[in-house]
């Protein structure tokens, strides 16, 4: 059976990677940099997942359970100190989010 | 694989934390009073714990199937984040009341972060790493906007989540290529490849993002950007814990990444990142600090660079400079949280008298706290014989060992710089009229916590060979 190479997998994943990385930098909606941070979890996710077939060893699978838990967790309390700061500013654009300066 | 009775008595330190927890949270549910209980109970479970580690260095164990280590430099990890807990706890008591944001809660938080904290200095798998990580960073981003209708704390919190979770992914994107090419994620097992490894590009790219992602966690220049606002906006008592013990435990695991350099004597390839994240470090936060009048601020810059000077440890990485970088994160640990206490103490209410403005004169109404204050103030500033002097030594003669004199060089330049700054605290102090009447709120406990670190810093100070020699002795373990 003709099976997908690995290298298929690890360009998708640096891709998203990339994409994610880039999405932080430059969006400026919480929630947009918040999802592009999920991204590259994912990213990661998808890695370790192509490298647990490869190697033929399941601690890359069992890692990406604990991966989308803890990303679960960060996610509520993400969620919960945007939905605090909209509630405050009205916003959740991270360049009017600036009382402090040096 | 069963595991017997034997590992669960080794894992106590853990596991008093891990009960102490959901017992806190059983407190928190079925009494009101839960508010004047829990500060008890978590000065109890820290207290205990740290002796308990302290106790027991020597009994080196690696348990649940090479998952965690107790004893050696996890047992003066622990004592140091527990500690640190502690001298915390105790300020907070006055100081939560005065913040307005008096819950339960945030002493649970505290003990989960420190147990967190303790995953990560003792583990053995960098799947541990990353649970013990999220679990301290995730307690910090709540911890940061404790008080949900203050726009400082939800803006320090927004940024302090919002950049810890990018670090996260630069961790865990890391960790994938570290995978990807060892097949394992066994700490020991990596340290026997890392030699032959070290020239595989997927390897080290793997290990360059997983070491940015610590960079972060450490605040370290490049990466420092989310430091001053987060630890100006946060409450002073979380911004004393995350400076202190939150950067220990980052340390720890830079440690760990580099067990192979200073044990088996690998070749160190990531000298030169450390290197030039030293030298901007230390510059950077000396110089900027110039600047600061907010104290909070201030001491977030002075915080960039301690861990500037603390990263020549690393790039020298020999066991002389690991040993030097623990002590020196004791040492760091006591002197902030004496300095972030007196904060504590001073502070009004909404954020008010942080300024180095509003500490005019403080001699004159309290001679006390001024006399702390100048005591943690040249001991920051690395003037001996104080715990500050000694850690900066130590590093610095590690340094040298290894052939880096030239940081050495730079460092004890922007020790000399931020001798300006620290100073210019004790002069505002001693040496102006004031100008305002400074009524603080007496808390006893909060003053006891400032006592404590003030005679850590002189016992460090006087005798640091008493750790030094401990630290040296379990360091390649």
Redesign the interface.
Known sequence: MLSIPIEYY?IL?AFM?IV??TG?LIRRN?IV??MC?EL??N???L??V???S??G?P??Q??VF??MT?AA??AT??LA??I??F???LTVN?DE????K? | MPFSNQEYLHLLPFIIIGVGIVFSVVIELITKKSREILPWFSILLFFSTALYSIYTIHNKYILFNGMIQVGGKAAIFNFIFNFAALLITMSSIGYLKKYGSNFGEYYILIQSAVLGMMVMAGSKDILMIFLGLELMSICFYVLAGLNRKKHSANEASLKYFLLGAFATGFVVYGIALIYGVTATTKIDILIQNFSAQSSNIIFVTGLILFIIGFSFKIAAFPFHMWVPDVYQGSATTVTGIMSTAGKAAAFSVLIITLTAVYTVNSPNIFSPYFAAIATLSMLFGSIVALTQDNLKRMLAYSSISHAGYMAIGLTASNSYSISGIIFYLAAYTFMNIGAFSIISIIEGENDSRTNIQNITGLNASKPMLAAFMSLFMFALAGIPPLAGFFGKYYVFIGAIKSGFTWLAIIGVFSSVISVYFYLRVVVFMYFKNPTEDINTDTSTFSYSAVIISGAMVLLLGLMPDLLLNLILSVVNW
């Open positions: 690890l994943s990677f994610g990385v932080v919480a940099v918040f941070i590259m979890l990213a990661a996710n890695s370790l192509a490298f647990s490869y190697h060893n601690v890359g069992i890692f604990f991966v803890v967790a960060e309390v993400g100190i945007i605090a700061i509630r405050n500013k991270v989010i600036n009382i402090f040096w």
